[in-house]
């Protein structure tokens, strides 16, 4: 299931990154390592009690006058009702209401999405009826916290997550989603649009879901699908940052809510620092991943051409080496039959199960034909190991001593584990524990 996400949403000032860090916490995980993913804090993990969520900060750039400020907030909401599950409306206590809170109401009261109202900056008790004239937003009861003093977060919170049930839709979950990512022009849409045309059965009808418009279900032969274009990212705004700033957090959702991505490049362009962030976030939820080259139709190609292509987009895309990479042409459908095949094997991947008597066969071989090197004084030992998990596959091994585990050998096991096992188009998780 994929986390429920959270946006909040207010004006500049009224505290919105001070709680969007205290909510997020230490979890906000991004690995550095990933080319390409800035530690821009658009996005983080949080939870609160049994509850994972992705918390979304919608607020950009800082604006200059008032009625910019009142269309950034406004396409703000925009955004938040657009992908949000919650919407946290801050507001500032110490300010008072003001005209462009009443404004950013009306519109959240309209689009029927959940709204907890937040009333900020009340640092003490004395200071709480500060809260009360927020009931004339009529969007509920204002609760009362102090980001900054880390006051009545648990109220907030718990308000916030009774809101989470009702987006738990069971009947999507046979369903496998697909979000097409991608820049602009690569062709998202023209392949959806193949394959919604070549597959026999659109489904139209599910009970009980909230759907986006850019979703696509079908079924066929290979199962039940959801397709997600993120093509209904550009958006009027004079400002780029701000364009950017929402197509990310468009991206970024469908990215969190789908089990399959799919990076859509075009043949003649290539792959641009963008993609490489954007799949590196995909890479970082644990998604399975594949990557497709489109426009093959316009490349001008020898029986080394695809070859050759591959080497060097595999060379920027290091951290992705167990995605497949499939070159077709939306245009001619060209290998276009592929794609959900490939879809469908990425997802089975992800969700394989490997028998713990199958998996400690492959380790002990393993550690037989290339014996641990010694760390220090040490040498390690692996005891057995065990699957805890799926989506992706996740593994535990016990071990003497985690000093004595070598990146270069752990390395080792986890392509051993590639080879034995078909683990194409997903990560996997290994841990390693101690075990006295
Ligand atoms: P944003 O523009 O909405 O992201 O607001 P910031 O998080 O940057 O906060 C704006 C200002 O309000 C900063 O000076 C914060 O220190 C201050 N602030 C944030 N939360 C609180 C709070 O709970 N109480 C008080 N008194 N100040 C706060
Ligand atoms: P999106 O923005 O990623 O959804 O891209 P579109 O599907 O709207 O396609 C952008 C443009 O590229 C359109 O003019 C398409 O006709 C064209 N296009 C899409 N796929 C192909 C392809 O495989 N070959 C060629 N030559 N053109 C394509």
């Given amino acids: 299931m994929a986390k429920p996400i959270v946006a909040i949403v207010g004006r500049p000032n009224v505290g919105k990154s001070t709680l969007f860090n205290k909510l997020a916490g230490h979890r906000i995980a991004i690995v550095e390592d990933t080319p390409g993913v800035t530690r821009d804090r658009i996005y983080a993990d949080a939870e609160w009690l049994k509850y994972d969520f992705k918390l979304i900060d919608t607020g950009g750039i800082e604006p200059k006058s008032d009625d910019i400020i009142l269309a950034q907030m406004k396409r703000q909401a925009q955004i938040a009702i657009d992908t949000a599950d919650v919407i946290i409306f801050l507001v500032d206590g110490k300010q008072g209401l003001t005209d462009s809170d009443h404004e950013v109401a009306n519109m959240l009261r309209v689009s029927k999405k959940p ?98 418009a850019v979703d696509s279900y079908l079924e066929t032969e290979e199962g039940k699908f959801v ?106 459908g060209q290998r276009t039959h592929k794609v959900l095949s490939l879809v469908r094997k990425c997802y089975d991947n992800y969700n394989k199960k490997i028998g713990t008597g199958v998996l400690n066969d492959v380790i002990g071989k393993a550690l037989l034909q290339k014996e641990p090197p010694m760390v220090g004084t040490r040498r390690l030992k692996v005891y057995y190991g065990t699957q805890t998990g799926v989506k992706p596959p996740t593994f535990v091994f016990f071990i003497n001593d985690t000093e004595a585990l070598h990146f270069s050998y752990s390395r080792y096991i986890e392509n051993q584990l590639r080879d034995s096992f078909d683990f194409e188009g997903t990560g996997l998780k290994i841990e390693y524990r101690e075990k006295k």
């Fill in 227 to 332: 397709l997600v274009d993120t093509a209904g990212l550009r958006r009027k705004s004079k400002v780029k940052a701000e364009i950017e700033r929402y197509s990310v957090v468009r991206t970024l959702t469908a990215i969190e809510r789908a089990d399959v991505v799919v990076l859509m490049l075009d043949a003649e362009e290539g792959i641009a620092e963008q993609d490489e962030k954007i799949i590196g976030y995909a890479h970082e939820m644990n998604k399975a991943i594949m990557v497709i080259v489109n426009k093959w139709d316009l490349i001008e190609k020898d029986d080394k051409t695809m070859d050759k292509y591959l080497k060097e987009l595999k060379m920027s895309l290091k951290f992705l080496q167990y995605a497949p990479f499939l070159f077709i042409s939306a245009k001619t």
């Fill in 115 to 212: 709204v907890v109202l937040a009333v900020n900056k009340v640092d003490n008790f004395k200071d709480e009826p500060n809260a009360y004239e927020f009931y004339n937003l009529g969007i509920g009861d204002p609760i009362a916290i102090s980001a900054g003093q880390g006051l009545g977060l648990g109220d907030l919170l718990d308000e916030v997550v009774s809101h989470f049930t009702d987006y738990d839709v069971e009947e999507e979950d046979e369903f496998i989603r697909v979000a097409f990512v991608g820049r602009p022009n690569v062709g998202k849409s023209s392949l959806i649009n193949r394959l919604l045309g070549e597959e026999r059965s659109i489904v139209s009808d599910i009970p009980g879901t909230t759907r986006d």
